[in-house]
Nanobody, 127 residues
């Protein structure tokens, strides 16, 4: 069994920054690959970004490209989502998730392609 626990959410003004953490525990595995999603009220869960199994590449949704960065600390078994230049439309509950398939050439972007999920952390950006 794998447990993913997010932290680092909060309230920030537009233009501010937050760093989310996703700590993994349970069955031993590499922290990569890992995906991040978000879900705003009344909307479907959407792909934010992912890091490949070999840390060779990161992938981002167009809406966050250039503002968000995914990284990992293998020693801590933790993934991070650094969010800069936040906008009100970034307000959502953010989730980290483990892809079902470890190796891929194109990043899995659908929630159905992930099996383990964290509990989510709220990010609120005010204008």
């Amino acid at each position: 069994q794998v447990q993913l626990v997010e932290s680092g959410g909060g309230s920030v003004q537009a233009g501010g920054s937050l760093r989310l953490s996703c700590a993994a525990s349970g069955r031993t595995f590499n922290i990569m690959p890992m995906g991040w999603f978000r879900q705003a009220p009344g909307k479907e869960r959407e792909f934010v970004g992912a890091i490949r199994w070999d840390a060779g590449s990161t992938y981002y949704a167009d809406s966050v490209k250039g503002r968000f960065t995914i990284s990992t600390d293998n020693a801590k078994n933790t993934a991070y989502l650094q969010m800069n230049s936040l906008k009100p439309e970034d307000t959502a509950v953010y989730y980290c998730a483990r892809p079902i398939h470890t190796i891929w050439s194109n990043p899995p972007r659908s929630p159905q392609e992930y099996d383990y999920w964290g509990q989510g952390t709220q990010v609120t950006v005010s204008s």
